[in-house]
Each structure stands twice: as structure tokens, then as C-alpha cells.
């Protein structure tokens, strides 16, 4: 069965501040993708990256990196130097073999407010 | 930038009411897709729609739910006989081609359906 669980409901930081968005993930088959969206309080949900399970080098872009490891079944978001527009609904997402076109299953999504 | 866009952004009917909620998905894209999130939880995937058929549905879309692209641009979904637990964000997606290869979904910005 394909899970993903986002452990952390809320996070707050100041601005500046560098946060790390925990995602971990279930699957049985050894081809996947993971995903991170971003909601934010316009409501939309906005792609940031897209991964698959054979390649597990780190990305980033700008102030976001993304650090997946397969070892722990983890596909974690780190913000560096976060600002207020950063605050937004964050959500981990998978999609495997088990689904023929795509479907995407999610995190409960991960709350993150960046105060002035 | 191409976006997926949806009609109305709020919708509020009475229970027991027929609905449809109305998606433009990205021009070029072939996959298209209807998730919800119920207010503060996760985003549920419902349908996918390939070909001008259903590819797959979770357990989510019952017989009250139906899906169609009446014309080359729209992709609808109705829900017959709404009930209050339909109320919900709907979220429809499209891609160019299915996500387990290099493509990722893009979603709309949702219509918010209450159900009194």
C-alpha cells in the first residue's frame, strides 16, 4: 500500500531562519516518483520538484533543496534563509506503478509560517 | 504561462442538488485529473481520465460522481445528488503525458464547494 506521512502539522520560524520539512513514504514497487507542492493561502497547489526513485541526488534551486534517501524512505524540503512568502501549506507527494496514469497520493501536508 | 483554470471558484448548493464543477485544463495536455481536500486534510485523489475514459478512480468517486470533456477543452465533474460530506476543495489537474515518466501533474486553483 502507498503511504506518505508529513510528521510535522505546523512549523513556525522567524525569517532567516533555515527549515527542514520532513516527508517519509511507503510503497512496495521500486519504481516511484515523489513530488513537493506548495498551497499557499490563496489556495492553489503550486509543483516545486519531481524526483524518481533511481536517482537520489540531491537538487537545488535557489533557497530550496530537497534531500532523498532511499535508505530511510525520506524525501525531505529544506528552506534556507526563509522568508514570509514562504509561508504556504507544503504537501509530499507519491505516485507508483501501482497507479496506471498518474495518481498521486499525499501527505497530510505541513503548515509552515515565517514571521517577520 | 499556460494554466489550468476552474469555474466557479466558490460554489454553495443544498443538499440533494446536482453540480458541476467546469476545468480548462493546459492546451496541450492529454491527462487530466479531479482530486478534492476537505477543509484542513489532505488532498484525495477522485478520477483520472485518459483517451476520453476513466483510467482510474478511487474508491472516493462513487455512482454519484461522473466525469466527461464534452468539447476539446473542458473537463467537467458532477456530483448527481450532493451530500453535506461532499463539501470540499476541488482541485482538477492536468498533464502532458502520464506522471510516472518525466511529466508532472498542474493543478487549478480549485472551487470550493459547500454543501448546506
Known amino acids: 500500500a502507498q503511504k506518505v506521512t508529513q510528521a510535522q502539522t505546523e512549523i513556525s520560524v522567524v525569517e532567516k531562519e533555515d527549515v527542514t520539512l520532513d516527508c517519509v513514504y511507503e510503497t512496495r514497487d521500486t519504481t516511484y516518483y515523489l513530488f513537493w507542492y506548495k498551497q499557499p493561502p490563496s489556495g492553489e497547489l503550486v509543483f516545486l520538484i519531481r524526483r524518481n526513485s533511481f536517482d537520489e541526488q540531491n537538487e537545488i534551486s535557489g533557497r530550496y533543496s530537497w534531500n532523498f534517501q532511499k535508505s530511510t524512505s525520506s524525501f525531505n524540503f529544506t528552506i534556507t534563509a526563509s522568508q514570509v512568502v514562504d509561508s504556504a501549506v507544503y504537501f509530499c507527494?507519491?505516485?507508483?506503478?501501482?497507479?496506471?496514469?498518474?495518481?498521486?497520493?499525499f501527505g497530510r501536508g505541513t503548515q509552515l509560517t515565517v514571521w517577520p | 504561462e499556460p494554466e489550468v483554470t476552474q469555474t466557479p471558484s466558490h460554489q454553495v448548493t443544498q443538499m440533494g442538488q446536482e453540480v458541476i464543477l467546469r476545468c480548462v485544463p493546459i492546451?496541450?495536455?492529454?491527462?487530466f485529473y479531479w482530486y478534492r481536500q476537505i477543509l484542513g486534510q489532505k488532498v484525495e485523489f477522485l478520477v483520472s481520465f485518459y483517451n476520453n475514459e476513466i483510467s482510474e478512480k478511487s474508491e472516493i468517486f462513487d455512482d454519484q460522481f461522473s466525469v466527461e470533456r464534452p468539447d476539446g477543452s473542458n473537463f467537467t465533474l458532477k456530483i448527481r445528488s450532493t451530500k453535506l460530506e461532499d463539501s470540499a476543495m476541488y482541485f482538477c489537474?492536468?498533464?502532458?503525458?502520464?506522471?510516472?515518466?518525466?511529466?508532472?501533474?498542474?493543478f487549478g486553483p480549485g472551487t470550493r464547494l459547500t454543501v448546506t
Open positions: 492546451s496541450n495536455h492529454l491527462y
Open positions: 507527494a507519491l505516485n507508483d506503478r501501482g497507479s496506471t496514469l498518474g495518481r498521486l497520493y
Open positions: 489537474a492536468s498533464s502532458v503525458g502520464p506522471v510516472g515518466g518525466t511529466y508532472e501533474q498542474y
